[in-house]
C-alpha cells in the first residue's frame, strides 16, 4: 500500500493539459530526472490535436479525453487511477510550463514525513498586468481567499487557487466522493480542510507561461462565481446541520 515514513511510495505526477503541448517534452524530461519513482499522467482534456506524440507516449502514461471537461474530471481520474493502482501521493502540475519540477520534491517530502496530507504550492508573484481578464482572476482569488478563510477558520494557506498541490492517500480516498468541475482547487483545499486533513502551504515561484493563455476569463469567472457561492452556501448549512440541536425543556 502507501508508504509510512521512512518508506516513501511511488508518486503519480498529473499533468492536466488543453491546447498546450509545448512545454510537455521538456517537462516530463525534467519529471525523468526526478528518478524512478515520479511517473507522469498526461491528461489531454480535449485538445484540438493530440498533445502526446509518438515521442512521449512510451515516456509517461496518458489519457485522451474526446472533449475538453475540465480540471474536475481530470483530477477524478488521477485520484482513481493512483488508488486503484496504489500510488503514496498525487502531484498536480501545469502543462504550460509555469510550475518548477523542482519543487515537487520538497512538497513529496513534507508528505512523507507524516506530518501533513496535503501540500499547496502558495505563489509568491503572480502576475499584476491591468487587463480585463487579469482583474476578473484577481477578483475571484481574494473572493475565495476570503470565504475559504470563513469556511475554514483561517486554516487555509492564502493561495487556494494553486494549480501545483500534492496529496496523500489518504486525501485522495477523503476527496474521491466529492464533485470536482472545472477550476475544483478552492473547493477541494476548503473540503480537505473541513474533514480533518492536515493541509500546508510552501512558497513557490510562478515563471511565464510558455505557450496558451488562462482559460479564467470574464465570462468563466463569472459562472465559477455562481458555483462558488452555491458551494459555500451548501457548506455552512452542512455545517449548521452537523451542530446539536438544543433540546427543549420539559
Do not use: W
Not at 480585463?132 to 494557506?157: E, H, I, S, V, W
Not at 512558497?203 to 465570462?219: A, I
Request: some cysteine; overall charge positive; proline content about 7%.
Amino acid at each position: 500500500m502507501t508508504g509510512s515514513p521512512g518508506e516513501p511510495g511511488r508518486v503519480l505526477v498529473f499533468i492536466p493539459s488543453f491546447n498546450d503541448g509545448a512545454a510537455l517534452p521538456g517537462l516530463v524530461q525534467s519529471l525523468g530526472a526526478l528518478g524512478p519513482r515520479f511517473q507522469p499522467l498526461l491528461i489531454d482534456d480535449g485538445s484540438a490535436t493530440p498533445v502526446v506524440g509518438p515521442a512521449l507516449e512510451a515516456e509517461c502514461l496518458h489519457v485522451r479525453l474526446p472533449a475538453n471537461f475540465g480540471l474536475g474530471l481530470c483530477t477524478h481520474i488521477a485520484f482513481s487511477h493512483a488508488l486503484r493502482h496504489q500510488y503514496a501521493v498525487v502531484v498536480r502540475i501545469d502543462a504550460d510550463g509555469q510550475h518548477d519540477v523542482r519543487d515537487i520534491a520538497r512538497m513529496v517530502a513534507l508528505l512523507d514525513s507524516g506530518d501533513t496530507d496535503l501540500v499547496i504550492g502558495a505563489r509568491s508573484n503572480q502576475e499584476r498586468r491591468a487587463t480585463p481578464d487579469n482583474l476578473a482572476r484577481r477578483l475571484m482569488k481574494q473572493y475565495f481567499t476570503t470565504f475559504a478563510a470563513l469556511l475554514t477558520a483561517g486554516a487555509l494557506p492564502r493561495d487556494v487557487n494553486s494549480g501545483l498541490f500534492a496529496v496523500n492517500a489518504a486525501t485522495m480516498a477523503a476527496l474521491r466522493g466529492t464533485t470536482f468541475e472545472r477550476f475544483p482547487e478552492p473547493e477541494m483545499f476548503i473540503v480537505a480542510v473541513r474533514a480533518g486533513l492536515r493541509v500546508v502551504a510552501v512558497d513557490v515561484k510562478q515563471r511565464p507561461r510558455r505557450e496558451g493563455r488562462s482559460t479564467l476569463g470574464v465570462v468563466a469567472a463569472l459562472r465559477l462565481f455562481f458555483r462558488f457561492t452555491v458551494f459555500a452556501v451548501g457548506q455552512v448549512f452542512r455545517r449548521s446541520a452537523l451542530r446539536p440541536r438544543p433540546r427543549r425543556p420539559e
